[in-house]
């Protein structure tokens, strides 16, 4: 459902944990989301043309790090763009959070087997919802799924 207030949510924290937002949105492009986050690791721009070396980079970066990588309203349900997508991520240190917001509980299915989180109306007041976010994507070096 739109307009509950994930977005809003995410954004509490992550200003507060500042390392890499992606908006995803109903077109799912890898290579564009690998791009965003990378550009957002090395706080600037980057010019790599290939998925592969954007991955390979970012891998380096995230290595041996705590991060927190947001990926905002997706939309995709092929568990193989995800598949891509999260393999730079595996490289972080235990404790490193993906956030991923979504409309589509299917979506978070193939995400993650932890289970979606449905949220109700939230208000910028609903700071107390941050328990939510305690909850890992990539656990122990692998993925969820």
Known sequence: MGGV???TLTQLVYNDDLMAWACVSDEFDAFR???IIL???FSGSCDYTDLNMLQVKLKESLSKKRFLVVLDDV???KYGDWDILRRPFL???PG???IVTTRHEKVAKIMSRIPAYHLN???VRDKDQDHLLHKPCIEDGSATD
């Open 75 to 77: 939309w995709s349900e």
């Open 39 to 41: 550009e957002s690791v």
């Open 121 to 123: 109306l939230l208000s």
């Open 96 to 98: 490193s959070k993906i």
């Open 5 to 7: 207030g994930k977005t």
């Open 91 to 93: 490289a972080g240190k």
């Open 33 to 35: 989301i690998t791009k």
